[in-house]
């Protein structure tokens, strides 16, 4: 059975007192409350990753990832932070193609594709994210779309790696807006990705590929958007910088 996983994208915000502060809180609260089989992730930025991770210690639920990395092994890339450095430092997950990537950095498909080997190369998961602009979904292009950014940066991956990757749908007019897509508008785009999975590795393969949806998922509609077939939990930007509401979401899967 694939994995239910709640991932938080922190973005960047919070110092690092706060930042311990959420992670301690939220800590705090899963042990208390969160029974049900389901992975954390606190997706943070960069400079936090070792005190936050110290932090969890051997944690069995609540893991880290970070946001980003390089599509370099290393080198002189002033700022740059690499895949083998994130792996050095015994960081499991790493976020690949944010749409906020993807739109103020320029990151298409063909890069993005580098940093998903360069990820899988040093063990990382990469959480790939996948979803249409507005306009996109206005003119009936978002199936084809998405279905595009999963071929051109994954179905270069062999049967056995491709079950590695977690993919995130994330329509770009939900993330940070408050609209979120509907539970029917999410779970359509899941069964066209795992259906065009099936279609390149075949139905075991794509059924064991967990796809997360996000954009503007809260303590309010997490429940009726985990219940879908193909939904198999969120990637969470602005309800994850609160404690109460991001546990609230974590039950709801
Ligand atoms: P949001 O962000 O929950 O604030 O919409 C989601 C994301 O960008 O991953």
Not at 67 to 94: D, F, K, R
Not at 224 to 230: K, P
Not at 231 to 253: N, T
Request: glycine share 10%; charged share 20%; proline share 2%.
């Amino acid at each position: 059975m694939r994995s239910k996983i709640v991932a938080g994208n922190w973005k960047m915000n919070k110092t690092l007192t706060e930042a311990n502060a959420l992670a301690s809180e939220i800590m705090g609260m899963v042990s208390d409350e969160v029974t049900g089989d389901v992975k954390v992730i606190f997706c943070t930025p960069f400079p936090y990753l070792l005190t936050i991770r110290n932090l969890l210690g051997n944690n069995a639920r609540v893991e880290i990832g970070a946001q980003n990395c390089s599509e370099h092994e290393a080198g002189a890339y002033t700022g740059e932070v690499s895949a083998a450095m994130l792996a050095s430092m015994n960081i499991p997950y790493v976020i690949i193609g944010h749409s906020e990537r993807r739109q103020y950095f320029n990151e298409g498909g063909a890069l993005l594709a580098t940093k998903v080997d360069v990820a899988l190369k040093h063990g990382l998961t990469p959480i790939y994210c996948c979803g249409e602009p507005l306009e996109v979904r206005e003119s009936n292009g978002h199936e084809s779309l998405v279905k595009k950014q999963v071929e051109e940066s994954l179905f270069h991956l062999d049967e056995q790696t491709i079950k590695k990757v977690v993919i995130a749908y994330e329509p770009v007019w939900a993330i940070g807006t408050g609209k979120t897509a509907s539970a029917q508008q999410a779970q359509e785009m899941h069964a066209v990705i795992r259906k065009h999975l099936a279609g390149k590795y075949g139905q075991a393969v794509s059924d064991s590929i967990s796809i997360l949806y996000g954009g503007s998922v809260n303590a309010a509609n997490a429940k009726e958007l985990f219940a879908c077939a193909d939904v198999d939990g969120g990637l969470v930007g602005g309800a994850s910088l609160k404690s109460r509401e991001f546990v609230e979401i974590i039950k709801s899967i």
